[in-house]
């Protein structure tokens, strides 16, 4: 099988080192793609760029991006702006510190790519990888994507080095602008609350939780493709949004994770690798 074309190539520094490397996407989006359709024909309905201030269409090459500085008035940015605003080593992922992944609030994470070594930076690669690996650091970079510099965090897992585009610090929504709940547990309800989650403990496999939703979606979908109409099964019913008595309601779970641990096993249980030791 071809390996999939590298979507960005420069290098990985840190210190006075450079590895040569490639990005590749890590993640696939398997949600069902619509078209918009007129109802009477059944035919595709194209939108078309007007300018709202003589209602004429506008092609593709008469468009420039613009900046509203305040309302109605705005700045055109041009290709030349972006790329003068964009850091001098654009071609480089730049590692500026090594921190422990322990200490980086999730929130922070967005979307992960793979980092490939690229013709002669197999063995720097490598060595990276199991010095990070046995260090257990994960290195915080910046780089430039498709004209926007990006926070970003590279960490070996398993044979790889994957690096994950992170939000930056002002992005987060400061949690200390919310009321949360500061209420004292009782020991009682905090006991039943942690055999509960005992009771639901397991190995993290990613294969057990998939998008119902979409899987439906897409039985219907095909199921009118041959001109045929399926039922699908009710889901749960949804839970009354009034507050219940939390003993009461830890009890009957309980009871439900009791039941179910005691059932047998309808197939031999999958083997599952550390979160940090493989690269899925």
Not at 14 to 39: Q, Y
Not at 96 to 113: G, L, S
Not at 181 to 198: D, F, H, N, S, Y
Request: charged residues 30%; aromatic residues 8%.
């Amino acid at each position: 099988m071809s390996m999939a074309r590298a979507i960005w190539k420069g290098s990985l520094t840190f210190g006075l080192v450079n590895i040569p490397v490639e990005l590749h996407t890590a993640v696939r989006d398997h949600r069902p793609r619509f078209r918009m359709l007129h109802a009477k024909d059944k035919s595709p309905i194209r939108f078309e760029r007007v300018c709202i201030r003589d209602g004429h269409p506008v092609a593709w090459e008469d468009l420039v991006k613009g900046y509203e500085v305040e309302k109605g008035r705005f700045v055109v940015v041009t290709r030349d702006d972006f790329k003068a605003a964009a850091v001098e080593k654009t071609k480089t992922v730049d590692i500026i510190d090594f921190v422990e992944a322990t200490e980086i609030d999730d929130r922070f994470f967005e979307v992960p790519y793979y980092l490939l070594p690229a013709r002669g930076g197999e063995r720097s690669y490598a060595l990276l990888r199991e010095a990070m690996r046995e260090s257990e650091r994960v290195g915080i970079a910046k780089f430039v994507l498709r004209d926007s510099q990006h926070l970003a965090a590279v960490e070996a897992i398993g044979d790889a080095l994957v690096l994950t585009v992170m939000r930056f610090g002002d992005e987060l929504v400061d949690a200390k602008q919310f009321d949360f709940p500061r209420v004292e547990a009782r020991k009682q309800e905090l006991a039943m609350a942690r055999t509960l989650i005992g009771n639901l403990d397991a190995k993290w496999d990613p294969s057990k939780y998939t998008d119902q939703y979409v899987e439906n979606l897409l039985r219907i979908i095909r199921a009118k493709a041959k001109g045929k109409t399926i039922t699908l099964e009710a889901g749960e019913p949804e839970r009354p949004p009034n507050v219940v008595n939390l003993m009461e309601r830890l009890r009957a779970s309980l009871e439900g994770t009791q039941k179910r641990s005691k059932a047998p096993a309808s197939k031999s249980p999958r083997t599952h690798k550390p979160k940090k030791s493989s690269a899925a």
